[in-house]
């Protein structure tokens, strides 16, 4: 399915909805349930960049950075450096003023959705205010389907203006109590789970192939019986 919002718009709509509601934000193509990375930072950097206030994004996975957040200690602001220790390609590296608003230790037990009654355990967790947003820093990979991973900082997702979550669509069982399907904006976003599949550089992929190419008609090879 086609994301549903583009980056460009995303900064724009991240206030509340007509019924003074808050949106959510859903970068699907940096799903870790899917295989992301977990820590792509086009979503934060043009929410920081377009002054976006009352925000929340997670969870975003740099153990290098929750372990520094630990080191300096509540309150403490710092020069935050995402993605210091990434080679992937769509794991850029960034860097910008944060303040420690929190931190746990990562242990928790879900809450709703596909987490719900597990214990769960997270590592190192920090929460970053980088301008307006506050952003979850943890040091296990995991996709964002559990409120919970918000209320153990201690953060109300219904005072949000606006939520990130890196998840596809798990998410959706477990944040259903503050968002309808007309909240939710799949953002259009590079990343290894992005569903636009024509966007990825293929090297190995035999061409034409569909859904890629345009006017590939696809016939069952000869002597396949199983489509007779």
Known sequence: MRPSGSLARSPSSAGPTARGSTRAFADVADNPGGGGRGNTVFLLRAFYEAGVEGALLGVFYDPDLAAEAHRRGGGSRFEAQFNRAETTNFSEPYSAPATVAALTDGRCVGRRGIYAGMRLELGRCAALRVGGVTVVVVSHRVQCADPVFFEMMGFDIGRARSVVVK?????????????????????????????????????RLPRPVIPLDEGVDWHPPSGDTAHA
Not at 170 to 185: K, N
């Open 167 to 203: 998840s596809r669509g798990h998410f959706r069982g477990g944040f259903d109590e503050f968002f309808s399907a007309e909240q939710i904006v799949e953002v259009d976003l590079p990343g290894l789970t992005s569903p636009m599949l024509n966007r990825f550089a293929w090297t």
